[in-house]
């Protein structure tokens, strides 16, 4: 079965600098989906990126890159020029494409930002 | 973030109280999912219908009954809880349980059992 660890339980940064939250997983599939969710305080889970395995560039959307390390299985989010509604939980999810096809997903991150 | 409404957004029930969680989508997805998120653990995955058909039930106890009337709704029926199944519970949708859609979220039902 697949796992998803992510190592950091809470991460704070300063308004406009850059954070990278990690990721590592586990698996023994050649070809799977990774992403990175968002979870502000009372708000709904939002994606914020997403990463075909099959695909060596890494994912960038706006302010948010990944670090995809398949060899390694990490999966590491970056946030550039942080902002106060960047404030919330990330989590980590790993897609599998055979099988059930579940969602599994990290224990989450606690990112808070320091104006 | 409309895309996936859930109600009620917050439940207090006792342990012999029968209520019922419901979920709806409005983005022509056609699977469905529940999610339980427990304080300090993961996401689990609870059941997940496609095409209205369920296809995974993730050892989930009887007491959490789900029914899918059509692809725009999915409920789940609440019986004898216990105090230890207070969580707050996801609902999501994609287009097909296929591997390559993503999964959009509701806000969540907050759900306390006393």
């Known amino acids: 079965a697949q796992t998803v660890t992510q190592s950091q339980p809470e991460m704070s940064v300063q308004e406009a600098e850059t954070v990278t939250l990690s990721c590592t997983y586990d698996?023994?599939?050649?070809?799977?989906?990774l992403f990175w969710y968002k979870q502000p305080p009372s708000r709904q889970m939002i994606l914020v990126i997403r990463?075909?395995?099959?695909?060596?560039q890494n994912a960038t959307e706006n302010r948010f890159s990944v670090n995809f390390q398949k060899a390694a299985k990490s999966f590491s989010l970056k946030i550039s020029d942080s902002q106060l509604g960047d404030a919330a939980m990330y989590f980590c999810?790993?897609?599998?494409?055979?099988?059930?096809?579940?969602?599994?997903f990290g224990q989450g991150t606690r990112l808070t930002i320091n104006p | 973030e409309t895309g996936v409404t859930q109600t009620p957004r917050h439940l207090v029930m006792g342990m012999t109280n029968k209520k019922s969680l419901k979920c709806e989508q409005h983005?022509?997805?056609?699977?469905m999912y529940w999610y339980k998120q427990s304080a300090k653990k993961p996401l689990e995955l609870m059941f997940v219908?496609?095409?209205?058909?369920?296809?995974e039930n993730n050892s989930v106890p009887s007491r959490f009954s789900p029914e899918c009337p059509n692809s725009s709704h999915l409920f789940l029926h609440l019986h004898t809880l216990q105090p230890e199944d207070s969580a707050l519970y996801l609902c999501?949708?994609?287009?097909?349980?296929?591997?390559?859609?993503?999964?959009?979220f509701g806000p969540g039902t907050r759900l306390t059992v006393l």
């Open positions: 698996t023994s599939e050649s070809d799977y989906y």
């Open positions: 999810a790993y897609l599998s494409i055979q099988g059930a096809q579940k969602l599994v």
């Open positions: 990463q075909e395995a099959y695909k060596q």
């Open positions: 999501a949708s994609s287009q097909e349980q296929g591997g390559r859609d993503t999964q959009y």
């Open positions: 983005l022509g997805h056609n699977a």
């Open positions: 219908y496609n095409f209205k058909e369920q296809t």
